[in-house]
């Protein structure tokens, strides 16, 4: 409507306008106070274990009460087959799920943006590679894609002396942000190449040029930071799906064993459930869906207000 | 009151949206009529209410931010407000029917123009598919469209945006309508292109005794086809009258200033504003006389910059809302003209 | 057999709806794992067993009833006759018995058993070309079956295998007569005659369908393959050949008492259909049982609070449904086993005892089997005629004092402080982890660092057959009645790949194994038996931790359900009561 | 119409080859041969090495005439996958079994979601602002926020063990509509956030063309305006959403057969996971890239027959 283009304030650049319209969302930024706090959470977790500090709620190991204890009011909801208490374990789960899940879109982004940038960049031969890469990957259903990955990385020793590094070794919950990182980067490579063929033959590149700016410097300096709000928006909503995927991977065995995550927990919790013990399962289903809700609708909004093709009204 | 001769008549409408920013008032107390067989031209900058009054006359303001906030549209001496939405349904398209500003979108691109025109025959004529067929073949034809019998099987990006705009006016034209309704029809197009389709709506208007209700930001247009006209600023009629009596004597200092601006001879298709300053923000209407930032005298004025004028009658269907305008302070009571 | 750990899962047995044909008696049951294939020569898991035993006879069975258990003859005719040497033996094999009908027979559909067809099974079992995890059963016994394996190795293709040529130490002089010459006394033998994987397979079989033999499987049994529907359920219906069995007449004491006399010489099977769901997950496979829809059901760990109270018996719930239940011993044992070519671990006896000891049996058995297994302290269980009570002195009890003293001293030996160790878990479910949790909970009480790492059924093989484990979580539960099985685990030829997992070598050890495995049963068998246990338990390559007990729920439309270590094709035993049946149906309904 | 299917097929041969370098390094590279695990729990150095011999494993991996590879590359033209070493069942038997009870699970549950999502999107979007509008997203993002593993967990226990309303699992008397009922309708109320958003938002950004006001000005009902204009435009989306979820169909669902004793390829493929079974994940991997592939190629027909603006010339 004519009407309503009129009411944006002038003179903003995409970023403060869509963090303007994003702060005016409250829903959004519910979610992001939610998300922002599972973050620190996880944070937390680590550098607690990393200065030992003795936490009593992270002490998810501790035997707090009797076996299978329901909900009450000392142990809020309720305690395990050892006694422990079902909500440290549900609290102690976020470092995990928040690791695999960070990692994990770390990585698909690390590998993602760049390529996406140098395919769309380049063009050419090198375009003609990576956009065969990435079309043969996501042919393969993604889900048998992950599975695969996980599968053949599982405890495998990855030798990375000629990098200098030693053996990385595959342990628990390593194989599966790889798996998850490895196979993922494909819609985000994909994105930022139709954005920087876009952007490439813009003035500002083209004035970059002119003045005689290196290919390498165009692309980091110049059109990665024009399309970055796509990693953001992109980066929000797989995070989700990571998460999920986490509890499927537990499922299957592929997950992590040695401390409570919340895919393990369910896994648990699926032979509880039929004898009435379902309050693990509820807490574990609640912190996945808690920080799945709030990254749901912050996505949400981050798209609406930063990309201006799927401005939604 | 006398309603003969008037086709449409609006009394106190408004228009409100409520979005998440506050309440915009896109039209406030609008009223004006439409006389039959006559064409009315509703003037105005981008953005000062004049479409969005076309559209609540349809009754098609956006919902749900969109809502018509009270008055009166009277159509045929029905109250179209209070009318369902069936009713509303059987009006639209049949007795009061629409084109747009943009031939380019307004078509539906996946269904073949004759398909299109055909819809709405078949929707309020209760015509079998054939007939409907023919008759919008016939409606080619009567716009001005060439080898209509094979163009009817064309999609819309086949064709030109001139071309569009016909169809367009031939789907409007095709359940013999009371009023059309354009809304600024030839803005998207090529200043030959315009004259044709201009020429156009004026020869259909002579054949099927319609009225129209022109919505434009183009005075030229308006000096040259429209029998009676209401300036538009800031979701208000500043000044309504005949088109002779408006652009011989303005009284709104608005409307003064848009003659001004206004090339002697012709028309061309640039923009109009260059009456300084800009188009209020309609969040953040200023009090008073919205006019009054902009206006040589209200921008001094104490009265300008705090009661807003309402619009009085200083002589038969001439109305004016300004309290500078010549007689207006004589007239205390609203008149209905 | 290999098992996992003390995941005590039974493959649930029978049950019933209402049948299509009315009259028809049915018995349904839940697999709790996947059925891989229907070849008894191939067969190296229980859930196939479970299925191929219904189908296929060997030449002897256990007696259903007694016990201790007891060999009768299944397919023979009699008891082997032995030479007195011990080296030759010679079984009349029943006449009259014929495979059940099969296409592969061709028009007559069918054909009568013949020696021959033992002959014919074994030498494939040698063949290297059908590739038969069995081999172990026959290595290093029979004159010039080794000798034929190695000729296999030497034929291009599997079709290139002559199986005509002679073998010396099987022959079949006439159609019922079967001639077994051995290289060395193996009194274990008749236990392994029954054992599945001996059973006669017809020739035609092989030749008709190749290796999609594994799909039709022709045998002598009660039943015969009707559909099998792969990973979801198999129909059996009544093999009309059958050769006729009859119900036994005498049994333990307590059994006539216990009514399992009732059906005593009535002909077999009294089922006519029989029908395995595959229902791989726990709850489905409850709720299945709970439904009516099932016979039996082993209690899936985390249900036992539903069914059983903190004595041992039925919930009142259970008992309202008139749900029964069976508890068993099992002849397993369960236990960590250490690596003994491990660098840390083979050469520290403190580190491996102080591991032992910080191990709290009784926790574990309570946690993992609801209080209903018995703690370990050698490896033959108490189920076996062999059993050791006095071995308990030679253990090592629960004490994470004494851990911490062992440890102090395992450090000294190492030099240091020790580096942290790790133990493979052989799975990565739930229950699984639930050990691992408790493992690792008792190894922070005395001080040990630990890692659990949990990976699947293969990987875990894997590693440790290339001895890359450094402690293993395992059991294993006897194939046959004779604590020889459990020995063999622990001589030094066998180690990894072999079945000596801990690569346990002891020379002491290896040579009373070598003297005892050729001895017939007796005391003076029993004396080196528990002597060659003593020592393997004093040098601590394992920590063993209990022998399993297991537990059946049935319906009380189950008749004759009597539970068996040993035996597979148990179907043919069982009776059902349709109006029971339908009563449950009738309580449900109440209920809801 | 042939020269452009000709020349798209033409297209895939990469892509195929890539999909087929990427199974063999994963599968035969990384994966390695697992003969220790055929061998079974009394392997001698020889079986292993016939063990080795019999699945070409002592084969160079590339650069020979009989190399790996080639086998590889073989087999995939001939789809004939040999045996899975597992349990010694042909790999396209098993996967031919398996087609048919997966697609009588995700047809219908496909269609459902499919269609009930679509009919809710238009009805959602037309509404796009309201109350209920505002609900529905809200409900759409905390079902996708839900773990899969819990909705069928809680699905089996209550709605079939609890309330008796559905069987509880396969039974070979049941009729296929019975009890594929019940893990349809969980797969669909799973499903329907994500799909009734996404479809939702697709929608919204057609709803808002000029052709829609348009439509309306000719006085044609909601409905007809949503169905028949609205719908078709909104064609392009959907059918690339819709035709390229089919290949996956014949992939069926891991965790729904599982708990409900569905014989089909997710069942399959949760075996071939715990048993490490390369083969079998080998050969669907293919099968479902080259499913995915030909799907592409539909779509692309498909954008022709709805949109006159694209032509296959």
């Known amino acids: 409507m004519s009407e309503q283009s009129k009411k944006l304030p002038k003179g903003r650049s995409l970023w403060s306008d869509g963090i303007h319209r994003l702060a005016g969302h409250k829903l959004a930024m519910a979610g992001l106070v939610v998300i922002a706090a599972y973050f620190l959470l996880a944070a937390f977790i680590y550098i607690s274990e990393l200065c030992n500090w003795k936490i009593s709620f992270l002490q998810w190991g501790d035997k707090i009460g009797r076996e299978y ?81 996980a599968l053949v990385l599982k405890d495998k020793a990855i030798n990375l002396h000629w990098a200098g590094l030693g053996t990385l070794e595959l342990r628990g919950i390593a194989s599966v942000y790889l798996a998850m990182g490895l196979t993922s980067w494909v819609g985000i490579c994909r994105l930022i190449r139709g954005e920087v063929i876009k952007h490439k033959d813009r003035e500002y590149v083209l004035a970059a040029k002119s003045y005689g700016c290196g290919d390498g410097r165009i692309i980091t300096r110049h059109l990665i930071p024009n399309v970055f709000h796509i990693v953001i928006i992109d980066f929000s909503l797989r995070f989700v799906s990571f998460i999920q995927a986490e509890v499927i991977l537990s499922f299957l065995g592929l997950g992590e064993k040695n401390s409570p995550s919340w895919g393990a927990m369910i896994d648990t919790a699926r032979l509880d459930l039929p004898k009435g013990y379902w309050w693990e399962m509820t807490a574990a289903t609640l912190a996945i869906f808690f920080i799945s809700l709030a990254l749901n609708v912050f996505g949400d909004a981050l798209r609406d207000s930063l990309d201006p093709k799927l401005r939604i009204q | 009151m006398n309603n003969n001769g008037t086709l449409l008549s609006l009394e106190n409408v408004s228009t409100h949206f409520f979005t998440a920013d506050g309440i915009v008032k896109a039209v406030q107390n609008i009223s004006l009529k439409i006389k039959k067989g006559r064409t009315f031209a509703l003037v105005g900058e981008s953005g000062c209410g004049k479409s969005v009054t076309a559209l609540s006359v349809m009754r098609l303001v956006p919902h749900p931010q969109g809502k018509i906030a009270g008055g009166k549209i009277i159509f045929e001496e029905k109250n179209l407000l209070e009318l369902n939405e069936k009713q509303m349904r059987n009006v639209r398209g049949n007795k009061i029917a629409m084109i747009f500003q943009e031939p380019m979108t307004s078509l539906n691109p996946v269904y073949t123009v004759g398909n299109q025109i055909a819809e709405a025959i078949k929707l309020h004529q209760d015509k079998a598919g054939w007939q409907a067929k023919e008759d919008a073949v016939e409606m080619l034809q009567k716009v001005g469209i060439a080898d209509s019998q094979r163009r009817i099987n064309d999609y819309p990006h086949q064709m030109s945006g001139g071309m569009r705009q016909r169809v367009m006016i031939a789907m409007a034209i095709s359940c013999q309508p009371k009023l059309l309704i354009a809304d600024e029809p030839t803005t998207a197009l090529d200043v030959t ?54 652009f011989a004597n303005p009284l709104h200092p608005y409307t003064q200033g848009l003659l001004k601006s206004l090339p002697r001879l012709g028309f061309t298709g640039e923009r ?12 953040h209407f200023p009090s008073g006389c919205k006019f009054h930032p902009r206006c040589p005298i209200g921008c001094n004025d104490e009265r300008c910059q705090t009661i807003e004028p309402e619009i009085r009658y200083v002589a038969p269907g001439h109305g004016v809302a300004c309290w500078h305008a010549q007689g207006y302070e004589k007239i205390t009571d609203k008149q209905n003209g | 057999m290999l098992i996992t750990t003390a995941l005590l899962v039974i493959a649930g047995c029978d049950g019933s709806t209402s049948p299509p044909d009315s009259n028809e008696i049915v018995l349904y049951s839940a697999l709790p794992a996947k059925v891989r294939g229907l070849d008894p020569g191939d067969i190296g898991d229980t859930t196939s067993s479970a299925v191929a035993s219904q189908i296929f006879e060997c030449l002897y069975q256990y007696h259903y009833l007694k016990r201790p258990y007891e060999l009768i003859p299944q397919l023979a005719e009699a008891m082997p006759q032995v030479s007195a040497d011990g080296l030759v033996y010679t079984v009349k094999i029943k006449k009259g018995v014929y495979f059940a009908e099969d296409r592969c027979f061709g028009d007559k559909k069918t054909r009568e058993l013949k020696a021959d067809d033992f002959v014919f099974a074994w030498k494939r079992i040698a063949d290297i070309k059908t590739l038969s995890k069995n081999w172990w059963i026959f290595e290093g016994k029979i004159i010039g079956l080794d000798e034929f394996r190695e000729y296999t190795k030497t034929c291009k293709t599997a079709g290139d295998v002559d199986y005509s040529r002679p073998v010396e130490g099987l022959q079949a002089p006439d159609d019922h007569t079967l001639v077994i010459k051995l290289k060395k006394p193996w009194p274990q033998i008749a236990y392994l005659l029954a054992h599945l994987p001996t059973a006669p397979i017809a020739r035609e079989a092989v030749d008709c369908y190749g290796r999609d033999i594994i799909n039709h499987p022709a045998g002598t049994g009660p039943f015969r393959l009707k559909s099998w529907h792969k990973g979801s359920f198999i129909e059996m219906v009544r093999n009309v050949r059958f050769r006729g069995e009859f119900y036994p007449s005498e049994g333990e004491a307590a059994d006539a008492a216990k009514g399992f006399l009732a059906d005593a010489a009535k002909p077999l099977p009294f089922a006519d259909r029989i029908l395995m769901m595959i229902v791989q997950e726990d709850p489905p496979r409850w709720f299945l049982f709970m439904q009516g829809k099932i016979d039996a059901s082993g209690i899936p760990k985390d249900n036992f609070n539903e069914a059983i109270d903190k004595r041992g018996t039925l919930t009142p719930e259970m008992k309202k449904r008139n749900i029964h239940l069976e508890v068993f011993r099992d002849p397993s044992t369960y236990w960590l086993g250490f690596n003994m070519e491990d660098e840390i671990l083979g050469k520290n006896k403190p580190l491996r005892q102080a591991i032992s000891c910080s191990i709290d049996r009784r926790k574990y058995i309570e946690l993992f089997t609801n209080d209903r297994g018995e ?18 002195q030679t253990g090592i009890e629960y004490n994470p004092e004494k851990a911490k003293q062992l440890l102090a001293e395992a450090e000294k030996i190492y030099g240091g402080k020790l580096p942290k160790l790790t133990l493979a878990m052989p799975s990565t479910d739930v229950v699984a982890r639930q050990e691992g949790d408790f493992l690792n909970y008792c190894f922070k009480n005395a001080g040990l660092n630990v890692e659990i790492d949990y990976m699947d059924w293969p990987t875990f093989q894997e590693k440790i057959k290339t001895k890359s484990a450094q402690m293993f979580l395992l059991g294993w539960i006897a194939d046959y009645p004779d604590a020889e099985n459990f020995l063999q685990l622990f001589y030094s030829k066998s180690i990894s790949p072999g079945p000596n997992n801990f690569n346990y070598s002891n020379p002491e050890f290896d040579k009373i194994y070598r003297q005892a495995v050729i001895m017939q049963d007796g005391p003076e068998r029993t004396e080196l038996y528990r002597k060659a246990e003593r020592i393997v338990v004093e040098d601590c390559p394992a920590v063993f931790l209990l022998h399993g007990v297991a537990y059946v729920l049935h319906h009380d439309w189950v008749h004759n359900y009597k539970p068996h270590a040993f035996g597979y094709g148990l179907s043919k035993y069982y009776r059902i009561d349709k109006t029971k049946r339908a009563a449950y149906e009738e309580l449900l309904k109440e209920d809801r | 119409m042939t020269t452009y299917i000709i020349r798209r097929l033409f297209y895939t041969i990469p892509i195929v080859l890539g999909v087929l370098l990427t199974t063999f390094i994963l599968f035969n590279v990384v994966g390695g041969d697992v003969s220790d695990q055929i061998a079974g729990k009394a392997a001698s150095k020889e079986t292993i090495a016939e063990i080795r011999k019999e699945y070409g494993w002592d084969k160079p991996l590339f650069f020979a005439r009989d190399s790996q590879f080639n086998r590889h590359l073989i087999n995939a033209a001939t789809f004939d996958f040999g045996r899975s070493w597992n349990d010694r069942e042909r790999v396209m038997d098993k996967i031919k079994q398996g087609a048919g009870p997966s697609l009588s699970l995700t047809v219908p549950m496909f269609l459902g979601t499919v269609l009930i999502s679509i009919s809710l999107a238009l009805i959602v979007a037309f509404l796009r602002g309201t109350i209920i509008d505002v609900l529905a997203v809200l409900l759409c993002v905390a079902g996708m926020s839900l773990p899969f593993l819990s909705f069928i967990l809680f699905g089996q226990y209550f709605l079939a063990f609890k309330w008796g309303l559905f069987p509880v699992f396969f039974w070979p008397d049941l009729s296929t509509v019975r009890y594929v009922t019940l893990p349809v309708l969980i797969g669909i109320a799973a499903g329907l956030g994500g799909e009734l958003r996404f479809f939702r938002t ?63 390829l997710g069942y399959l493929m949760v075996d071939a996971i715990g048993a490490r079974d390369f083969q079998v994940i080998g050969a669907m991997t293919y099968i479902g890239a080259i499913l995915f592939v030909v799907f592409n190629l539909i779509t692309d027909i498909c954008y022709a027959l709805v949109d006159p603006r694209i032509s296959l010339e």
């Open chain 1, 69 to 149: 204890e329901p909900p009450n009011a000392k142990n809020i909801i309720g305690t395990d087959f050892l006694g422990r208490s079902v909500l440290r374990k549900t609290i102690y789960g976020t470092k995990i799920s928040i690791t695999v899940a960070f990692l994990a879109s770390i990585l698909s982004i690390a590998i993602g943006v760049p390529l996406g940038a140098i395919a769309g960049y380049f063009r050419g031969a090198v375009d003609e590679i990576i956009v065969w890469l990435y079309t043969t990957l996501s042919s393969i259903p993604y889900i048998l894609l992950i599975l695969a990955f």
């Open chain 2, 272 to 283: 109009l504003p260059t009456v300084a300053g800009i188009v209020p923000d309609p969040l």
């Open chain 3, 375 to 392: 703690a370990a302290y050698g490896f033959i269980p108490p189920l076996m005629k062999d059993y050791n009570p006095n071995i308990k």
């Open chain 2, 193 to 246: 292109t315009q004259a044709q389709i201009l020429d156009l709506l004026d020869e259909l208007q002579q054949q099927e005794k319609m009225s129209i209700l022109l919505i434009t930001h183009d005075l030229g247009i308006v000096a040259e086809r429209a029998d009676d006209v209401a300036v538009m600023y800031a979701s208000r009629i500043a000044e309504t009258a005949d088109s002779k009596t408006l």
């Open chain 4, 202 to 264: 697709v929608m919204l950004d057609e709803i808002r063309n000029d052709y829609v006001r348009t439509a309306f000005a000719k006085g044609l009902s909601p409905a007809r305006v949503l169905f028949k204009h609205v719908l078709k435009n909104a064609m392009i989306p959907i059918i690339t959403q819709v035709v390229l979820a089919i290949p996956f169909l014949f992939l069926g669902s891991l965790l729904l057969e599982r708990f409900f004793g569905i014989p089909g």
